[in-house]
């Protein structure tokens, strides 16, 4: 789908390091932060995802494959 | 950016859901096992009722069918059999597949049609406004239930079996990768497949019962999940109140589409040489 791919372009990810967030996706519920197992997460003054220490990241990908919204991705 | 975008309808983003919501989670779950499975995503059928759930078809860039309440699976097995190449997964919610479909539910199991059906329970109507369900857990509280919910819940994987599935199991959004694993096997089971997943509605049943957010629910999840091995090492008093995941059931037995297609091609052939066979439970029949 060509049209999708444009899209997929268009989308303004935050990239920091492995971690890429879509803001307008995120809806502040919080699980990717509660249950980061290094605390690489925290919810920002609006109330959306902030990366708060990417270098504890450890690529685990709890954080992505528990977003309801799909706001998150890690990178391998 | 992110290889499993391609499966979404990104116009549609973002969700209707409540934050928190575990829909989405399941949402993913699908997504990931279709792409480990390497199915083409054009013979990926995804069938949903009404409610919460119903509306992930929207969201998702497979083959998709919003049905009417409770009537997913109705339309799901004549899909089957119209169409048996198709990977079929049905999404449901508590009061879709349990109150309304109830009647369709143990029926599909009871055919045992290759279908991967997931109940996405969050023990309550969300949608509507928070009326109990037929899962809501006994005293809970609900709009319709303002002192505590006086009827005991559906045990689904016991309902589900003793239909006659061929594939039972039952999973957290928080144990999310056992989660992945229990829809993959589903989707590779042979038969009727259905996978119960504990899913949090903090709006609709968690701010009436002592858990305000997604987090806290998730948490009970975390605390009360026991998976069946760790529950066999258990006594009666450690699994009070304790919920045991993992594949539960499992069976081989004659599927309904094949029994369907070998049923038409034995009719077919009769007809050919003129001779009508009648094959019943009691034995065979022989007609000249």
New interface residues.
């Given amino acids: 789908?060509k049209n999708?791919e444009t899209?997929?372009e268009k989308?303004h990810?935050l990239t920091f390091g492995p971690i890429?967030i879509y803001e307008?996706?995120c809806?502040?519920?919080?699980?990717c932060v509660?249950?980061c197992p290094k605390d690489v997460l925290i919810l920002g003054e609006d109330g959306k995802l902030v990366v708060r220490d990417v270098h504890s990241c450890t690529e685990c990908g709890?954080c992505e494959?528990?977003?309801?919204?799909?706001a998150i991705?890690i990178?391998e | 950016?992110?290889r499993?975008?391609?499966y979404?309808r990104?116009?549609k983003?973002?969700?209707v859901?409540?934050?928190?919501?575990?829909?989405?989670?399941v949402?993913?779950?699908i997504i990931?096992v279709v792409d480990k499975l390497k199915v083409n995503p054009d013979k990926v059928v995804i069938v949903s009722g009404i409610g919460c759930s119903g509306r992930m078809p929207g969201y998702l860039?497979f083959n998709t069918l919003h049905t009417t309440h409770g009537r997913a699976l109705v339309f799901a097995t004549g899909l089957k059999l119209a169409k048996p190449s198709l990977e079929i997964i049905v999404v449901m919610g508590d009061g879709d597949a349990l109150a309304i479909g109830g009647n369709h539910l143990i029926h599909a199991a009871r055919r045992n049609v290759n279908l991967t059906s997931i109940i996405i329970n969050n023990w309550i109507y969300g949608m509507t406004g928070g009326q109990y369900s037929p899962a809501t857990p006994r005293g809970a509280f609900a709009t319709t239930a303002p002192y505590g919910n006086l009827e005991p819940p559906f045990e689904v994987p016991e309902l589900v079996r003793g239909s006659g599935a061929s594939y039972v199991a039952r999973g957290t959004?928080?144990h999310?990768?056992q989660l992945?694993r229990l829809i993959e096997r589903g989707m590779r089971k042979e038969g009727f497949g259905l996978v119960e997943v504990l899913s949090p509605c903090p709006v609709g049943f968690g701010r009436r019962n002592q858990m305000k957010?997604?987090?806290a629910m998730?948490?009970w999840q975390k605390d009360r999940a026991v998976s069946l091995k760790r529950a066999s090492k258990m006594n009666e008093e450690e699994l009070k109140d304790k919920i045991i995941t993992g594949v539960l059931f499992e069976r081989e037995a004659p599927e309904y589409t094949q029994e369907y297609e070998r049923l038409m091609s034995r009719v077919k052939t009769r007809k050919e040489i003129g001779k009508r066979e009648i094959q019943t439970g009691l034995g065979e029949i022989h007609e000249e």
């Fill in positions: 789908m999708k899209l997929i989308m990810w890429s307008p996706w809806k502040g519920c919080g699980i509660e249950f709890l494959i528990r977003c309801p919204d799909f991705v990178e | 950016m992110g499993l975008l391609k979404l990104l116009d983003f973002p969700t859901w409540c934050a928190g919501c575990g829909v989405g989670i949402m993913g779950c990931r860039d959004v928080y999310t990768r992945d957010s997604a987090i998730m948490r």
